[in-house]
């Protein structure tokens, strides 16, 4: 069973920029599409990005396209998100996920809080 651990997290100001981490425990890590997703208390749970096995097809949500970056080490076994230019409304926890397909995740971090102050 993979486990997944995210880090990076935390308090910055708008316009700034936050790099996470997710750490796999898998040596099949390579084989997992990964994504990264998001919630606010409340709220539905809001897709981020996703990367695909070899890290050559990436995805992203509407809100964050052209200013958070997803990518992968399979060496590592880590997946990356890289937040530049965050505003308030990015505050949420963020998660990552594991799974066979895009809309098929099947193992979920524990997730990491990233506060947005204006």
């Known amino acids: 069973q993979v486990q997944l651990v995210e880090s990076g997290g935390g308090l910055v100001q708008a316009g700034g920029s936050l790099r996470l981490s997710c750490a796999a425990s898998?040596?099949?890590?390579?084989?997992?599409?990964m994504g990264w997703f998001r919630q606010v208390p409340g709220k539905e749970r809001e897709f981020v990005a996703a990367?695909?096995?070899?890290?050559?097809?990436?995805y992203y949500g509407n809100s964050v396209k052209g200013r958070f970056t997803i990518s992968r080490d399979n060496a590592k076994n880590t997946v990356y998100l890289q937040m530049n230019s965050l505003k308030p409304e990015d505050t949420a926890v963020y998660y990552c996920?594991?799974?066979?397909?895009?809309?098929?995740?099947?193992?979920w971090g524990q997730g990491t809080q990233v506060t947005v102050s204006s």
């Open positions: 996920a594991a799974g066979s397909g895009l809309a098929s995740y099947d193992v």
């Open positions: 898998a040596r099949t890590f390579s084989r997992f599409v």
């Open positions: 990367i695909r096995y070899s890290g050559g097809s990436t």
